[in-house]
T-cell receptor
Framework: DTEVTQTPKHLVMGMTNKKSLKCEQHMGHRAMYWYKQKAKKPPELMFVYSYEKLSINESVPSRFSPECPNSSLLNLHLHALQPEDSALYLC???????????FGDGTRLSIL | GIQVEQSPPDLILQEGANSTLRCNFSDSVNNLQWFHQNPWGQLINLFYIPSGTKQNGRLSATTVATERYSLLYISSSQTTDSGVYFCAARFYNQGGKLIFGQGTELSVKP
């Protein structure tokens, strides 16, 4: 699925850095999602936005801060991450919460 | 509790062979999707199939919602079919949360 665009594709950062992951879709979808995927594991849901409002937070540590500036954009702000936060971060969108989710190609994040 | 279970966990095939992947889910679902994650990490939608049967080329899927399982059929497998196949379900009482199975890792040998 390439209709959900994530940037950057790769990110290496230190534990004291602040960075942001970006996700964009132009399919008119009203629900957007962040997932975290560790190697050899399935994706795990982090956050759900519905109509630009946060509807689900899966008890994610506060060093991850999501933001939905408008219906097409979803950001994930990162601060003071730990080495165990190294993973593939996937963004997805769907027309509604009950409709199929379409995934971006992900951002591979490495924390030094 | 709420579960999505996939079998087999690993599968090795010779090119040209057929295979069936299974997904069992523990409760009623209103969304079931099959994905293929290629070796580069891209998660590709294969089917949205909360019930019934669909076909797309060499792939087809069937979900029997009343018996809480879904099957993914791959015919005449090719080396490009290699990767991990995930089943993911949204349960009626779980909000917008899509719950993934552990995946089936498929390796197709030339």
């Amino acid at each position: 699925d390439t209709e959900v665009t994530q940037t950057p594709k790769h990110l290496v950062m230190g534990m004291t850095n602040k960075k942001s992951l970006k996700c964009e879709q132009h399919m008119g979808h009203r629900a957007m999602y962040w997932y975290k995927q560790k190697a050899k594991k399935p994706p795990e849901l982090m956050f759900v936005y519905s109509y630009e409002k946060l509807s689900i937070n899966e008890s994610v540590p506060s060093r991850f801060s999501p933001e939905c500036p408008n219906s097409s954009l979803l950001n994930l702000h990162l601060h003071a991450l730990q080495p165990e936060d190294s993973a593939l971060y996937l963004c997805a969108s769907s027309q509604g919460s009950n409709q199929p989710q379409h995934f971006g190609d992900g951002t591979r994040l490495s924390i030094l | 509790g709420i579960q999505v279970e996939q079998s087999p966990p690993d599968l090795i095939l010779q090119e040209g062979a057929n295979s069936t992947l299974r997904c069992n889910f523990s409760d009623s679902v209103n969304n079931l999707q099959w994905f293929h994650q290629n070796p580069w990490g891209q998660l590709i939608n294969l089917f949205y199939i909360p019930s019934g049967t669909k076909q797309n080329g060499r792939l087809s899927a069937t979900t029997v919602a009343t018996e809480r399982y879904s099957l993914l059929y791959i015919s005449s497998s090719q080396t490009t079919d290699s990767g991990v196949y995930f089943c993911a379900a949204r349960f009626y009482n779980q909000g917008g949360k899509l719950i993934f199975g552990q995946g089936t890792e498929l390796s197709v040998k030339p």
